[in-house]
């Protein structure tokens, strides 16, 4: 973490408890990165502390205790975790999260000050309403790939599977230790001379929602994952807000957000800062909302890839708005595999700032990792997409406006208003790209776009867009 941001998000934290915490008083430290056992006098034997209703000495309240009741707080101390940062915790937080799950907003606090470290496990729910799993201090899987236990999966670290209304949050940092797993030969160009060695390549997701609903993820900093940051799959109900995710620019595949067959996301008050996807949106998601996220560096904020291994995807209504995007790869993509089929439709870009980012605006029909990938009939139906007020700088070492679509499958109602892109520095490269594009421009573009068609194409086979 850079130091202004390490100021930002202690300002954050400042204001949180100012203005957003009226009766709450453990949330008063902010955490120092992997100091050693707090010495206290906390009894570690009563398992289960419940604060009186207003004390104010009571221990930490989660930040949003559901009006029910009070929280009941298992703090991971009480059930054998050391916090040291190198002794394996894991069992320790299987007991608190067995004993937080089943009652009425139980709340499993990973206590401040102290570092935790536990293998890739799985929190299987269901729960009772109201759980809250609370990251006040730092939460780690062993460091990198060579301390990693055989018999763990080299997928996934922390898991949370069949929860339906989950609240994930705390003013600590869940620590990925990536870097051991960001340098294994096999990722790209990281083995000798450059070189990529053949896999397989696994790397673990830090955070792992499936086939969860109605689920909270706030406040918390991520970084350095070994992978994704925080991935969601088959969930409906995703609320997001005010996370800080970051890995170095060149971490390979830590995608700081993704989704994928997750249907009602809103993603909020976000910084991401990552070597790949800042967000990445897969197939089988709609009613996506985002706002105010400030990604890069990154590689924008991606729907896609789709349609791989002439697959079926549906992504529908997807909604960026408020949103800045600086020193990235891309800005707002849409990528699709030849040979797809499905849709990608009702995608909304509205008020997104770039600096310095290359394809600022772009849909890829033709994604492929190698050059050798076949043009295919079938794709994904790429249709209804507007851009309106997209303005910033762009990296001169690509067009800033690139439509690459299906030559079988052309994209359709594309709707531009208000977009003006110079370039960061250098020549202003003024060739927007189209290919097999339809649309119209509401106000003029800088740089002038000619190259999208009018009306619809003759071709459309409707037939194309499988029951999305
Ligand atoms: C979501 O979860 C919260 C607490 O876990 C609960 O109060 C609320 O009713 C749930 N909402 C839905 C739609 O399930
Ligand atoms: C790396 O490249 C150098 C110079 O081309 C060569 O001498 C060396 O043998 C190469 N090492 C490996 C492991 O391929
Ligand atoms: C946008 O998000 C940032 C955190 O990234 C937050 O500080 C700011 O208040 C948010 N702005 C609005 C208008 O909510
Ligand atoms: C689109 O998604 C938003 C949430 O982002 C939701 O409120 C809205 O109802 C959805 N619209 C349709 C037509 O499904
Ligand atoms: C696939 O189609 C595109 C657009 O027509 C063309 O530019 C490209 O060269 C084709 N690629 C191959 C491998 O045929
Ligand atoms: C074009 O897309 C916009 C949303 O971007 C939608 O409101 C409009 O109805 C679409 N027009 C047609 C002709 O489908």
């Not at 937080?93 to 206590?111: S, T």
């Given at each position: 973490m850079g130091v202004l941001r390490r100021l930002f998000a202690a300002w954050v934290v400042v204001a949180i408890v100012f203005v957003g915490a009226p009766s709450s008083h453990g949330r008063t430290h902010y955490h120092k990165k992997k100091t050693s056992h707090r010495d206290d006098d906390e009894s570690p034997s009563n398992s289960i502390s419940m604060p009186p209703a207003d004390s104010p000495a009571g221990p930490t309240v989660p930040s949003d205790p559901y009006p029910s009741g009070p929280p009941f707080i298992f703090d991971v101390r009480s059930y054998g975790a050391a916090g040291d940062g190198s002794t394996d915790d894991t069992a320790?937080?299987?007991?608190?999260?067995?004993?937080?799950?089943?009652?009425?907003?139980g709340v499993l606090l990973v206590p401040p000050d102290s570092s935790f470290m536990i293998r890739s496990t799985i929190f299987s729910g269901p729960c009772q309403p109201g759980f809250v799993f609370q990251v006040d201090g730092v939460l780690m899987p062993p460091d990198g790939p060579d301390c990693w236990p055989e018999s763990d999966s080299k997928r996934q670290w922390l898991v949370f599977y069949r929860i339906d209304g989950i609240t994930l949050t705390g003013q600590g940092t869940i620590e990925g230790n990536g870097e051991g797993w960001w340098n294994l030969p096999c990722k790209p160009h990281r083995g000798p001379n450059g070189s990529t060695l053949p896999g397989p390549c696994d790397s673990p997701a830090l955070i792992r929602f499936f086939l969860s609903s109605n689920i909270t993820v706030r406040n918390l900093c991520i970084e350095n994952s070994p992978q994704f940051h925080i991935k969601f799959d088959g969930c409906e109900g995703v609320h997001i807000e005010g996370l800080s995710i970051s890995s170095p620019a060149l971490s390979p595949n830590t995608?700081?957000?993704?989704?994928?067959?997750?249907?009602?996301?809103?993603?909020?008050?976000?910084?991401?800062?990552?070597?790949?996807?800042?967000?990445?949106?897969?197939p089988g998601c709609s009613g996506v909302d985002i706002q105010n996220v400030t990604c890069g560096p990154s590689h924008g904020i991606s729907i896609g890839s789709l349609g791989v291994h002439n697959s079926q995807?549906?992504?529908?209504?997807?909604?960026?708005?408020?949103?800045?995007?600086?020193n990235s790869d891309n800005g707002v993509r849409i990528k699709t595999w030849q040979g797809g089929m499905g849709s990608v439709s009702g995608i909304t870009f509205d008020t997104v700032f770039m600096e310095n980012v290359r394809n600022c605006i772009i849909i890829d029909q033709y994604y492929c990792f190698t050059k050798g990938?076949?043009?295919q009939t079938s794709a994904v139906y790429v249709t209804d997409v507007s851009y309106t007020n997209i303005k910033g700088t762009y990296d001169v070492r690509s067009p800033p406006i690139h439509f690459a679509c299906s030559d079988t499958v052309p994209c359709t109602n594309i709707t531009m208003s208000e977009v003006e892109l110079l370039p960061f520095r250098g020549e202003l490269v003024d060739d927007p790209f189209c290919w097999n594009a339809y649309g119209a421009l509401q106000t003029l573009t800088i740089p002038p776009i000619t190259c999208l068609q009018d009306g619809e194409p003759q071709t459309l086979q409707e037939s194309l867009v499988y029951g999305c």
């Amino acid at each position: 973490m850079g130091v202004l941001r390490r100021l930002f998000a202690a300002w954050v934290v400042v204001a949180i408890v100012f203005v957003g915490a009226p009766s709450s008083h453990g949330r008063t430290h902010y955490h120092k990165k992997k100091t050693s056992h707090r010495d206290d006098d906390e009894s570690p034997s009563n398992s289960i502390s419940m604060p009186p209703a207003d004390s104010p000495a009571g221990p930490t309240v989660p930040s949003d205790p559901y009006p029910s009741g009070p929280p009941f707080i298992f703090d991971v101390r009480s059930y054998g975790a050391a916090g040291d940062g190198s002794t394996d915790d894991t069992a320790a937080f299987q007991a608190a999260w067995k004993a937080a799950c089943v009652v009425e907003n139980g709340v499993l606090l990973v206590p401040p000050d102290s570092s935790f470290m536990i293998r890739s496990t799985i929190f299987s729910g269901p729960c009772q309403p109201g759980f809250v799993f609370q990251v006040d201090g730092v939460l780690m899987p062993p460091d990198g790939p060579d301390c990693w236990p055989e018999s763990d999966s080299k997928r996934q670290w922390l898991v949370f599977y069949r929860i339906d209304g989950i609240t994930l949050t705390g003013q600590g940092t869940i620590e990925g230790n990536g870097e051991g797993w960001w340098n294994l030969p096999c990722k790209p160009h990281r083995g000798p001379n450059g070189s990529t060695l053949p896999g397989p390549c696994d790397s673990p997701a830090l955070i792992r929602f499936f086939l969860s609903s109605n689920i909270t993820v706030r406040n918390l900093c991520i970084e350095n994952s070994p992978q994704f940051h925080i991935k969601f799959d088959g969930c409906e109900g995703v609320h997001i807000e005010g996370l800080s995710i970051s890995s170095p620019a060149l971490s390979p595949n830590t995608d700081g957000i993704h989704i994928e067959n997750t249907k009602s996301v809103g993603i909020y008050n976000s910084l991401i800062s990552n070597g790949d996807d800042c967000i990445s949106i897969g197939p089988g998601c709609s009613g996506v909302d985002i706002q105010n996220v400030t990604c890069g560096p990154s590689h924008g904020i991606s729907i896609g890839s789709l349609g791989v291994h002439n697959s079926q995807a549906c992504v529908s209504n997807v909604t960026v708005r408020n949103s800045v995007i600086r020193n990235s790869d891309n800005g707002v993509r849409i990528k699709t595999w030849q040979g797809g089929m499905g849709s990608v439709s009702g995608i909304t870009f509205d008020t997104v700032f770039m600096e310095n980012v290359r394809n600022c605006i772009i849909i890829d029909q033709y994604y492929c990792f190698t050059k050798g990938c076949r043009n295919q009939t079938s794709a994904v139906y790429v249709t209804d997409v507007s851009y309106t007020n997209i303005k910033g700088t762009y990296d001169v070492r690509s067009p800033p406006i690139h439509f690459a679509c299906s030559d079988t499958v052309p994209c359709t109602n594309i709707t531009m208003s208000e977009v003006e892109l110079l370039p960061f520095r250098g020549e202003l490269v003024d060739d927007p790209f189209c290919w097999n594009a339809y649309g119209a421009l509401q106000t003029l573009t800088i740089p002038p776009i000619t190259c999208l068609q009018d009306g619809e194409p003759q071709t459309l086979q409707e037939s194309l867009v499988y029951g999305c």
